[in-house]
């Protein structure tokens, strides 16, 4: 059974950091995407970061280029979101999520109807 755990999320004031981390278990595909999606209240769920485990360039949201930082430790089955400059929009739920497609397939990478696993998600709160 596949279980995705994040954790790192918090409060911090604008311009602050947070380093968001998602522990992936009992997945038995040596490649997939993995993604971070959020959500605010009363918005709708939107894709932030994904990448593709076997290597290649990650994907962001326009919003979030230059500040945010999608990596991962294939070695410890964790993905991570390094946040930076934080803003009063980006607060939200953040979600982990993954699939077995190619975050490229379909242009899809942040189509949350696309990702088949996610975790229970973790509150960002960013003060101004």
């Known amino acids: 059974q596949v279980q995705l755990v994040e954790s790192g999320g918090g409060s911090v004031q604008a311009g602050g950091s947070l380093r968001l981390s998602c522990a992936a278990s009992?997945?038995?595909?040596?490649?997939?995407?993995m993604g971070w999606f959020r959500q605010a209240p009363g918005k709708e769920r939107e894709g932030v970061a994904a990448?593709?485990?076997?290597?290649?360039?990650?994907y962001y949201h326009d919003s979030v280029k230059g500040r945010f930082t999608i990596s991962q430790d294939n070695a410890k089955n964790t993905l991570y979101l390094q946040m930076n400059n934080l803003k009063p929009e980006d607060t939200a739920v953040y979600y982990c999520?993954?699939?077995?497609?190619?975050?490229?397939?379909?242009?899809?990478?942040?189509?949350?109807?696309?990702?088949?696993?996610w975790g229970q998600g973790t509150q960002v709160t960013v003060s101004s």
């Open positions: 999520a993954a699939r077995i497609l190619s975050c490229s397939y379909g242009s899809s990478w942040d189509r949350d109807s696309h990702y088949t696993y």
């Open positions: 009992g997945w038995t595909y040596r490649r997939n995407c």
């Open positions: 990448i593709w485990t076997g290597g290649g360039s990650p």
